[in-house]
């Protein structure tokens, strides 16, 4: 059993603090992006995905692709999809070189509808926090979450 004298101090240590402050900023950021997802009826994880797709356009991507490279992960892709077709904001085709691959593209509608909501989302989180950080202070805060990613 662990001393609660022991437990304290390692909780009070610099690097647990700083687990705790980036577990907190994560949870911070994650409110504000769905506080400015809300009037749109879309996830996080929908703007993930128009945004993978806005970017490959006019580039057919296939569902496992699309996964690949989601930052927000989730689980069931295929509704996920469905949702956004359903919405009008992408589409799916069979792929006419292998009948059974389905290519999803994002619609016009799509990318009108991305740029509109990426830039209320980016204006909630402080325009990716130029007001709070420098330019250098980003820099380095990236090569910091990427070494701790390793």
């Known amino acids: 059993m662990l001393d609660k004298e022991v437990l304290n101090k390692e909780m009070q240590s610099t ?3 700083s687990y705790f402050k980036l577990i907190q900023t994560s949870s911070w950021i994650d409110m ?4 400015a997802l809300k009037p749109y009826n879309l996830t996080h ?3 993930n995905v128009l945004s993978i797709l806005v970017k490959e356009h006019p580039k ?3 569902s496992k692709a699309i996964k690949e490279q989601l930052i927000v992960l989730s689980p069931d892709i295929t509704r996920l999809l469905d949702r956004l077709v359903k919405k009008g904001l992408t589409k799916r085709e069979t792929n006419t070189i292998n009948r059974r691959e389905i290519d999803i593209t994002v619609t016009e509608e799509g990318i009108a509808f991305y740029y509109q909501v990426h830039k ?4 909630e989180v402080n325009n990716y926090f130029e007001k709070s950080i420098t330019e250098e202070e980003a820099k380095q805060l990236f090569k910091i979450l990427n ?3 390793k």
Do not use: C, D, F, S
């Not at 504000?32 to 506080?35: A, V």
């Open 32 to 35: 504000k992006i769905k506080k």
């Open 147 to 149: 070494k701790i990613m």
């Open 120 to 123: 209320e989302v980016v204006k």
């Open 45 to 47: 994880t929908q703007l």
């Open 60 to 62: 057919p991507m296939t």
């Open 15 to 17: 690097h647990a603090m």
